[in-house]
């Protein structure tokens, strides 16, 4: 399953993200969700600790809000093509 996150994740309910992702699912962080994968984000330490998933995270995103550099290591940065080649891999998607 691929999740999206989308909004800030203080809009949303992480603590449910976490507790449903399973180990096989892929995590794509988008729009606004792209401050979950700053350096020292609880919620990126939280996903790490729980669920040993990859976590992908958009570019152009980043690069639009500026944080580039403030991505943690442990996020894979991705294009719109990767996102794509995911979407067609990780079936269905849920959007959070």
Do not use: C
Request: proline share 3%.
């Amino acid at each position: 399953m691929l999740h999206t996150v989308s909004h800030s994740p203080y809009q949303i309910d992480m603590n449910a993200l976490v507790n449903t992702i399973a180990q096989d699912d892929v995590l794509v962080l988008l729009q606004d969700g792209v401050t979950a994968a700053l350096k020292d984000s609880r919620w990126l330490a939280l996903f790490i600790q729980r669920n040993p998933i990859n976590i992908y995270v958009l570019r152009e995103d980043i690069e639009a809000r500026g944080l580039l550099l403030l991505i943690d290591s442990h996020v894979e940065i991705i294009d719109y093509s990767g996102l794509v080649d995911l979407s067609v891999d990780h079936y269905p998607q849920v959007n959070w």
